[in-house]
């Protein structure tokens, strides 16, 4: 958190986990296809809460509490670059 002039803060690191396994995911489903790996980019990330799932802890003198987890759909799409082709000068008739 130095490096951006913050004094307290911490990482996603289980979130940042989880979107390079997606990253890596792709690329595979990349080379599979037999695109270029080397020109992809990610061209639209789009993540959406999706429905909790709801369960039940046991507490202390028969209550029950709630336990539920806040899932998400992530969506990732990768392209190709490209190459750009240069326009032939056109001949003045």
Not at 59 to 80: D, F, K, Q, T, W
Request: aromatic share 6%; glycine share 6%.
């Amino acid at each position: 958190a130095k490096e951006f002039k913050m004094s307290q803060g911490r990482w996603p690191v289980k979130s940042a986990k989880v979107v390079l396994g997606l990253l890596r995911n792709a690329e595979a489903n990349a080379e599979f296809k037999n695109l270029d790996t080397d020109n992809l980019f990610v061209e639209h990330v789009q993540v959406n809460a999706a429905q909790q799932g709801r369960r039940r802890t046991y507490r202390a003198h028969g209550r029950i509490g709630p336990y539920m987890n806040c899932p998400a759909h992530v969506e990732l799409i990768l392209s190709e670059k490209e190459e750009s082709v240069e326009k032939p000068d056109e001949e003045v008739k």
